[in-house]
């Protein structure tokens, strides 16, 4: 029997989320254009600023981001077994403390559904309602453990609004390790606009989303590093998205800078038992093998071992730009971009790319349903 191919990184907007998108005015919103054209997608800080002439203001969106349907099919044409799908960015951290409790249950429980709908075919990350009270965060954390397909959360860096080191999340890092949910961390404000500089608006989102979203994630689990919430949590499972941003390149120069700062006073600084990034990486993080080359895949894989390693596509987002007139659907770039890496990243180590592939999501995520 051939090896399962499972897709860690692939986002959906349930179409009660589009609904809402489609009342805001303020970012993130959903707004039609011309008559005929796809509405557009707008989500990213800034993306709206009246003042750039930018042609980079959103995203066409179809179908493709809110009907599941659509996920099966694209699944079928690229060779994937499973997906385990998640509410893409901004999540819920946009909505009024009020509502967001609800609104979580009302979203999670429409991916839960989906995921039923295409039994064995789908899994999911369910997203918390990181803007309400921290008792109600808690309480979606155990009540989405107890939903059949859910796996994990997926999350941004901002937290309850001051990134992830802060410990009024430990609550939430403690229910989350308490029921085994992994946490996705998956990056969505990027970097201040000034470090792209006044011809930005030229390069479209490849600064954004190349650099400002690996940089972004890379920040925000460093600072739970040293704030010591893998000391605080050793079980604590967190997937980086991008693998890992650029954490792999740089864990070296990290762990050098802690031991070299007598000013470092993290919670564990002084402690001998504080743990090292190394073995952070090779017990508490699994890392996407969304980076598009072999040799990010080595140094994801030389990082946190290629036992921790999982493909993903990061559909709907990155579609060809250009589609083919012809009948048949032509696979997307950025998915043979993601398999050809993973086969240069292993060569002939087949068993290595297989588990990549598949076999790691399908033994880390508990991928079975009965
Ligand atoms: O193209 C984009 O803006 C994005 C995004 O917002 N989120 C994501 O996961 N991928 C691409």
């Given at each position: 029997m051939a090896a399962k191919v499972v897709d860690v990184h692939t986002h959906v907007y349930p179409p009660q989320y589009v609904s809402i998108l489609k009342t805001r005015s303020k970012v993130p919103y959903v707004r039609d254009t011309e008559p005929g054209k796809p509405s557009r997608l707008i989500i990213l800080p800034g993306e709206d600023d009246p003042s750039s002439e930018s042609t980079a203001k959103g995203r066409p969106i179809g179908?493709?981001?809110?009907?599941i349907n659509k996920k099966i099919e694209f699944m079928d044409l690229h060779g994937i077994d499973i997906s385990v799908i998640s509410l893409a960015n901004p999540w819920l951290d946009f909505l009024d403390p009020s509502e967001a409790g609800s609104l979580a249950k009302t979203v999670n429980d429409a991916m839960n559904d989906m995921c039923h709908s295409h039994k064995g075919r789908l899994f999911a990350f369910g997203a918390l309602p990181l803007s309400a009270p921290t008792e109600e965060i808690v309480d979606e954390v155990k009540r989405l453990a107890k939903l059949?397909?859910?796996?994990g959360i997926i999350m941004g860096t901002s937290g309850l609004g001051k990134g992830l080191d802060d410990q009024d999340l430990d609550r939430v890092y403690q229910a989350l390790e308490e029921t085994g949910m992994t946490i996705f961390l998956h990056p969505h404000y990027g970097l201040p606009k000034e470090v792209f500089g006044p011809r930005a608006a030229e390069y479209g989102h490849v600064l954004p989303l190349a650099l400002g979203f690996p940089l972004e994630t890379t920040i925000s689990v460093s600072r739970m590093i040293l704030s010591g919430v893998f000391d605080r949590f050793p079980n604590l499972s967190v997937l980086l998205a991008h693998s890992g941003g650029t954490l792999p390149f740089l864990a070296g120069r990290l762990e050098s800078c802690i031991l070299h700062d007598a000013h470092y006073s993290g919670p564990e600084a002084a402690s001998a038992s504080r743990r090292s990034i190394w073995e952070i990486l090779k017990t508490n993080i699994l890392l996407d093998a969304v980076v598009y080359s072999g040799l990010g895949i080595r140094a994801a894989a030389t990082a946190s071992g290629a036992d921790r390693v999982l493909f993903g596509t990061d559909h709907p987002f990155f579609p060809p730009l250009e589609t083919n007139s012809g009948e048949e659907e032509e696979k997307w770039l950025s998915v043979t971009t993601n398999y050809k890496a993973i086969q240069d990243a292993f060569g002939p180590e087949k068993d290595q790319a297989a588990a990549v592939l598949g076999g790691n999501a399908i033994r880390l995520l508990n991928l079975t349903t009965d």
């Open positions: 179908s493709e981001y809110y009907d059949k397909y859910m796996r």
